[in-house]
């Protein structure tokens, strides 16, 4: 990967941080505890309850991808960056761009 690439691929992974941090605290403030006592009514209750999970599943792996992300950012300085780490070959940048978390090339990823 050229300098340029990595340039790109950086302000990717800073953009996707900015972002996924706004959508947690969103998500947040819907996964907030559904109180008992409400007055919403026993189905509109259990609306809510079954929202609540889809809610808390999203706010798990936006968790989970804003740490992939900050992990990799650590990297950008590094050899491993960019590399597949199992073959250590380069990852291709048009498949950084779309997913820069990703640790795998295709090849390695499809073997799992
Ligand atoms: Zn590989």
Do not use: W
């Given at each position: 990967m050229n300098k340029?690439?990595?340039?790109?691929?950086?302000?990717?992974?800073?953009?996707?941080?900015v972002k996924l941090t706004t959508k947690i605290a969103e998500l947040k403030e819907f996964t907030a505890p559904v109180s008992p006592d409400n007055s919403i009514g026993r189905i509109s209750r259990m609306d809510a309850i079954n929202n609540k999970s889809i809610y808390d599943a999203s706010l798990?792996?936006?968790q989970n991808r804003l740490s992939?992300?900050?992990e990799i950012?650590?990297?950008?300085?590094d050899d491993a960056f960019g590399?597949?780490?199992?073959?250590?070959?380069?990852?291709?940048?048009?498949r950084l761009k779309l997913?820069?978390?990703?640790?795998?090339c295709a090849t390695c990823l499809n073997k799992r």
């Amino acid at each position: 990967m050229n300098k340029e690439e990595k340039n790109i691929l950086v302000n990717i992974i800073n953009d996707e941080i900015v972002k996924l941090t706004t959508k947690i605290a969103e998500l947040k403030e819907f996964t907030a505890p559904v109180s008992p006592d409400n007055s919403i009514g026993r189905i509109s209750r259990m609306d809510a309850i079954n929202n609540k999970s889809i809610y808390d599943a999203s706010l798990r792996n936006t968790q989970n991808r804003l740490s992939q992300l900050n992990e990799i950012l650590k990297l950008k300085d590094d050899d491993a960056f960019g590399v597949c780490m199992k073959c250590h070959q380069p990852i291709p940048f048009e498949r950084l761009k779309l997913r820069p978390e990703i640790r795998l090339c295709a090849t390695c990823l499809n073997k799992r």
